[in-house]
Nanobody, 111 residues
């Protein structure tokens, strides 16, 4: 049974940083492309970043240069380092892999 558990969300001021983590189990993590998505209030869920099995990365234009996705195959974890946060980054952030979703972690950027 695939399980994805996000953590690391919280309240941060504009310009601040947060690091999200996603712990995965029940899948061959090292062979799984992992993604981060987010959903803001009243909006559809949107893709944020992806990391391939060779640690190749891709980002949405809205976060490019500010967010960094990484993975640790030894720990079955994927991370999202978020810098220079803006109020428009406020959303529930979800980990996705093997067509499965975590429960999400809330990120609020506000002064």
């Amino acid at each position: 049974q695939v399980q994805l558990v996000e953590s690391g969300g919280g309240l941060v001021q504009p310009g601040g940083s947060l690091r999200l983590s996603c712990a995965a189990s029940g899948l061959t993590f090292s062979m799984t492309v992992m993604n981060w998505y987010r959903q803001a209030p009243g909006k559809e869920r949107e893709w944020v970043a992806a990391i391939g099995i060779h640690s190749n990365t891709n980002y949405a234009d809205s976060v490019k240069g500010r967010f960094t996705i990484s993975r640790d195959n030894a720990k079955n974890q994927v991370y999202l380092q978020m810098n220079s946060l803006k109020p428009e980054d406020t959303a529930v952030y979800y980990c996705n892999g093997n067509s499965r979703w975590g429960q999400g972690t809330q990120v609020t950027v506000s002064s």
